[in-house]
């Protein structure tokens, strides 16, 4: 069996045919791999445009703080990881001053981070792990301690104590 071989020429029709389908082809797979590519890098990066730092969140009423009495309280803490929220228990310490202003303190002492308390007779902040003393407005009466109580920034709106958790205000060493 003899086979022939025959090189026709293609006619214009087809290859006006052939060079349509293919770059249909090619437009419509770019079309579809942007639209993909897009959406995907934008799922990764969307925790970047969506950054919302904590803000002040209630904590009790104006009304409830004793005056000029340390406060100990607790509240419910929203962090915004990625795509998740992670809520956990957290508490502070508020002070009431004579003049109205409003200390929010940091629950852990300066030195190791240990939980400090307050006592009522001697009227200063105590913290068992070392000893250290700390005035009712934060400073370092003894004790190792290399800096007075950490804050948190405070406001009060229609009544309600806002405090900023997130934001640590950090006295100099």
């Not at 419509?28 to 803000?55: A, C, D, H, T």
């Not at 406060?71 to 001053?97: A, N, T």
């Not at 006592?119 to 105590?126: C, H, M, P, Q, S």
């Amino acid at each position: 069996m003899d086979y022939e071989y025959k090189n026709e020429a293609e006619s214009p029709e087809d290859a006006s045919r052939r060079t349509f389908f293919a770059s249909a082809t090619i437009f419509l797979g770019g079309l579809v791999s942007s639209v993909l590519g897009w959406n995907l890098i934008r799922y990764f990066i969307s925790p970047i445009w969506n950054e919302e730092k904590g803000g002040f969140i209630p904590i009790c009423s104006l009304g409830s703080l004793p005056k000029d009495q340390p406060f100990s309280i607790e509240y419910v803490q929203r962090v915004k990881d990625g795509w998740e929220i992670h809520e956990g228990r957290d508490s502070l310490w508020l002070v009431l001053g004579e003049n109205g202003e409003i200390t929010a303190f940091n629950k852990s002492c300066t030195h190791l981070g240990c939980p400090y308390r307050w006592d009522d007779n001697e009227k200063v902040f105590k913290c068992p792990c070392h000893t250290a003393t700390f005035a009712k407005n934060g400073e370092v009466l003894s004790g190792p301690p290399p800096r007075s109580l950490d804050r948190f920034p405070v406001k009060v709106e229609h009544g309600i104590v806002l405090v900023k958790p997130e934001t640590i205000i950090k006295e100099k060493e």
